[in-house]
């Protein structure tokens, strides 16, 4: 796990400073009720608003830390990276831009692991990393990883945090949409299971294959999930959308999602699911 190595490199506390200032960053303004939170307690509680309960955004990091049993994971194609097939304009370097910011070659992180003592292949989408958005590495990554699945004969769960398919890499990207979705296929053909986490924010072309698929579909509290966004659709529509229009309770309530679960629980509950679903 080269890349957490290179986070760890980046964590450094400066020393021998005077200054009385108070640090920066120490708190942070919740964007649904707008208390100000301290953000260690913040970090505690999982990064949920102990006031609204507010589910802020998750590394694909903490999002591992939180979800699978300590020690437990193996990646998989760590070194995998999207080229530039279609010569996009400065493609590289938005590549390259994301890559220092998540320390991730790109924008999912795959590999074997145990929740709660079942074993599990997992893949977990990095939003910071231009937008969570799926090119020909993360499509790659993610079908190999069900093909692991299917070859350790274990559950594979997807937690998806995605824009939708790259714009930089044009019909290679929107490829992986049906690259994946047969991977899945197949893998309901082998009896096992598949996991789709939807949390904040699930839109575009994965939201419309892969992250729906799944023989659960779970959602975080609040998540935004559809094709395309509100705004977009009013737009389109020239109508007033319903509230809550495309978040996780509304989803729910029209037969989208089958469960919404709150962060604190969701380990857990991940690890019921295969259980019971294994047999």
Aim: aromatic share 8%; net charge positive.
């Amino acid at each position: 796990m080269a890349w957490y190595k290179k986070i760890k490199e980046q964590i450094s506390k400066s020393q021998g400073k005077k200054s009385v200032q108070v640090p920066q960053g120490l708190y942070t303004k919740c964007k649904s009720c707008s208390a100000v939170l301290y953000n260690k307690d913040l970090d505690q509680n999982l990064k949920v608003c102990p006031t609204c309960g507010y589910h802020n955004q998750l590394s694909s990091l903490e999002r591992l830390y939180l979800t699978v049993d300590s020690g437990s994971f193996v990646e998989l194609d760590e070194k995998l990276v999207s080229t530039n097939p279609l010569g996009f304009p400065d493609y590289e370097a938005k590549i390259a831009k994301s890559q220092e910011k998540t320390k991730m070659n790109d924008a999912v992180v795959t590999g074997f692991c145990k929740i709660n003592g079942e074993p599990a292949c997992i893949a977990i989408m990095e939003f910071q990393f231009m937008g969570g958005s799926m090119g020909i590495a993360v499509g790659e990554k993610i079908t190999r990883a069900i093909e692991a699945a299917m070859e350790k004969k274990c559950g594979m769960i997807i937690i998806s945090a995605s824009g939708g398919a790259r714009m930089q890499e044009g019909i290679f990207s929107l490829m992986q949409m049906a690259k994946i979705s047969a991977a899945l296929a197949r893998l309901g053909e082998f009896g096992l299971p598949y996991l789709s986490i939807l949390t904040d924010a699930t839109t575009g072309g994965v939201a419309a294959s892969f992250a729906m698929l799944g023989d659960l579909n779970i959602a975080e509290p609040a998540a935004m999930i559809g094709f395309a966004g509100p705004r977009v659709i009013e737009q389109i529509i020239r109508q007033k959308l319903p509230k809550g229009f495309q978040r996780s309770e509304f989803l729910l309530d029209h037969g989208f999602v089958d469960v919404i679960i709150p962060r604190s629980e969701l380990k857990s509950s991940i690890g019921k699911f295969l259980k019971l679903l294994r047999k």
